[in-house]
């Protein structure tokens, strides 16, 4: 158990750490429209979504 305290533990949370760091500084060489946030959309139904413009579903009893 002390091995794993000593040596795997705290290489395991630098590992964690490097891999995010790398995550994060990838957006560096991006192209510039991906590396914005993405946009955010109005919460909300839009009409495209409505059950008013679904086709309507034939039900068979099978």
């Known amino acids: 158990?002390?091995?794993?305290?000593q040596y795997i533990a705290p290489l395991l949370a630098v590992l964690v750490f490097l891999f995010a760091l790398v995550a994060v500084?990838?957006?560096?060489?991006?192209p510039?429209?991906?590396?914005?946030?993405?946009?955010i959309e109005e919460v909300?139904?839009?009409?495209?979504?409505t059950p008013d413009n679904l086709p309507p579903v034939a039900h068979t009893n099978s």
Do not use: C, E, N, W
């Open 32 to 39: 510039s429209d991906m590396a914005a946030p993405a946009p």
């Open 1 to 5: 158990m002390a091995i794993f305290r």
């Open 44 to 49: 909300g139904v839009s009409s495209q979504s």
């Open 25 to 30: 500084s990838a957006r560096i060489f991006l």
